[in-house]
């Protein structure tokens, strides 16, 4: 307050002393939404074989066995062998087999699948009533570097003259993928048989002779 001779000037801030304090809202009033609780989380949805749980897909992908795969058969093996179609008896006999990784789309208990096949073991039947279980198929004499009749791992020796057909059987472990990128292994083999290759075989003599068939075309062995 001030008081200039000729007029009194009061300030002071403006008050209520008294006035009652606002009252909570009540139980019907409308709450803020920035004052609402949370709602709870719904339950995960539960759904069936092919339906969803929350916010992800649950994909029941069924068992698959090598009777399932009857219709998916793998490509012929290869055969074929050194010296090409006959050998000598007591000397090695190169045979060589091919077989590759198969991938074969089609349909599988109603998916749309890709099946795959991969060469495990195989297995030659030498015609003489031998057979030989191998890792892989073998490779050629001058693939390996060697010379000819030397032994390979796929290699078989005749002891005996006369025409022998070989066969190999190749062993293939199968995968299924459903589209989802993930390959599922198929419990078992399925196989695959080459068709014969013919092998005769031979039997090398040798004698010593004085001159060579140049130098005597009548010669023995000439």
């Known amino acids: 307050m001030s008081n200039s001779g000729s007029a009194v000037d009061i300030t002071a801030d403006a008050s209520n002393p008294g006035a009652d304090a606002p009252s909570p809202p009540s139980s019907n009033s409308p709450v803020p ?6 709602a709870p989380e ?6 069936g074989p092919m339906g969803c749980r929350g916010n992800y897909t649950v994909v029941m992908i069924p068992d698959v066995t090598l009777a399932d795969l009857a219709s998916f058969r793998p490509a012929t093996p290869s055969l074929s062998g050194q010296p090409a179609g006959f050998a000598v008896v007591g000397m090695p006999a190169n045979l060589v087999a091919e077989a590759s990784v198969q991938s074969i789309p089609g349909t599988l208990l109603d998916w749309d699948v890709t099946v795959r096949f991969t060469p495990v073991a195989f297995e030659f039947a030498h015609g003489d009533g031998t057979s030989a279980v191998h890792g892989n198929g073998g490779a050629t004499w001058e693939q390996l570097g060697k010379a000819q009749f030397t032994p390979t791992p796929t290699s078989h020796v005749y002891r005996d003259r006369g025409t022998y057909t070989v066969a190999v059987t190749v062993r293939y472990a199968a995968s299924v993928d459903f589209g989802t990128g993930s390959w599922r292994p198929v419990p078992g083999y399925v196989t695959a048989t080459s068709g014969g290759y013919a092998v005769r075989v031979l039997e090398a003599r040798t004698a010593l002779v004085d001159r060579t068939c140049t130098e005597d075309p009548n010669g023995p062995g000439c």
Request: proline share 25%.
């Open 33 to 38: 939404p920035s004052q609402q609780a949370p």
């Open 42 to 47: 719904a339950e995960p949805e539960e759904c």
